[in-house]
């Protein structure tokens, strides 16, 4: 029998959106389409500068008439700021209910089916005053679960509770970026870290922050770096240390664990059979690999 992992996400918090123009308000703002979330159903999306650079992603679930956003911690004040600035007239409430709520992962193999979900990304259902969610951008990534803090940790599926770096080996596995960590605030752009791929992005919607130049580099081909998994043999390379390909720069780190980490690459050196090296410690190699889900 598989085992079903559970753990707490310390690193995000929970925002309420409710009013009669929450979702309008969204509409304008995020690369999803906000019209697709309900009570069984969230999303993934993302909140860019004009100029289609990366700011803050999060999920969105639908909890009676609120929306709830599960969004990183560390800059919570900051993207409450941020929505509050564009708020203007609109019939809108913005709350911080990390008070009350937490994100709970549960991962392993059949953990969809344990929790009476269709194993589809995106699907969801209430649960423990909360909502209980499919990873809206990659099935394989587990449930995510908005849930009040009374309930502890294991209450909704029968689970084994461990640590948050089993989850954080679990995602770089995946080749799953982490917020901040691995997304570059107002430098990174959807395309080369693969939130398309991960059904952050609705093509079919009307206009967003960003939206123009989103799809421009889409339809125009404009993509020469992708944020991949990275096989890591030796010492660790820090975050934002470069990578190289004999004298070239190749690429730039990001979060790494173990033996995977990610890493921002040039497309030319995504096949390369000769493993990358960082600029900062020549016993360290790097092998890219191109996770399964992607598509370019």
Known sequence: MSIINTCKL?????????????????????????????????????????????????????????????????????????????????????????????VVAYWGEGVAKAAALAPEAGSAKLALGGTLTVDPRLTEAGLRAVQLKEAGTNATINATLTEFSHYDAHRLALGLPQSSQDLIVDKSTLLECGIDDLNGIDWEKGCYMGQEVTARSKYRGLVKKRLVAVDIEGPLPDAGSVILAGEKQAGEMRSSAGTKGLALIRLEYLDTQTPLSSADNSLTSLMPKKPDWASF
């Open 10 to 102: 310390e690193n995000r918090s929970i925002l309420s959106i409710s009013g009669a123009d929450s979702r309008s308000f969204l509409q304008g703002l995020i690369s999803n389409d906000i019209e697709k979330v309900n009570e069984n159903r969230s999303i993934y999306s993302t909140f860019l500068t004009p100029q289609g650079k990366y700011l803050f992603d999060f999920f969105i679930s639908q909890l009676a008439d609120e929306l709830l956003i599960d969004c990183e911690a560390e800059r919570l004040g900051d993207f409450m700021k941020r929505l509050r600035l564009y708020k203007l007239r609109a019939d809108v409430v913005i709350r911080d209910r990390s008070d009350d709520l937490q």
